[in-house]
Nanobody, 128 residues
């Protein structure tokens, strides 16, 4: 089955930037709409952003609008989440998820149950 692998996380200072990558070795990610989710200790998993198969439609949580940008590069078979102006409250385990194969539109990030495949997650820590 589809295996998703996140990378690019780490420790950064407030105001800094990170770029997360979502890859699927051995699979063509361009068959899937992709969502990014995050979960902090003691909190519910929340949707961050998503992108359609074509890349023409995106969605962002209000908390990250203007700071995060989701994109995809079919040549590299990778989906990115560029995170700028990071805040301590962005600290969480970040997950990449894939929707229904062959469907262009991404499920709303509020409907995480509609995402079929999930990566193991990668830690992002924003702290001084």
């Amino acid at each position: 089955q589809l295996r998703l692998v996140e990378s690019g996380g780490g420790l950064v200072q407030p105001g800094g930037s990170l770029r997360l990558s979502c890859a699927a070795p051995g699979f063509s990610l361009d068959y899937y709409a992709i969502g990014w989710f995050r979960q902090a200790p003691g909190k519910e998993r929340e949707g961050v952003s998503c992108i359609s198969r074509s890349g023409g439609s995106t969605e962002y949580a209000d908390s990250v609008k203007g700071r995060f940008t989701i994109s995809r590069d079919n040549n590299k078979n990778t989906v990115y989440l560029q995170m700028n102006s990071l805040k301590p409250e962005d600290t969480a385990l970040y997950y990449c998820a894939a929707g229904v194969r062959g469907t262009d539109q991404a499920p709303p990030i509020s409907r995480r149950g509609r995402y079929d495949y999930w990566g193991q997650g990668i830690q992002v820590t924003v702290s001084s």
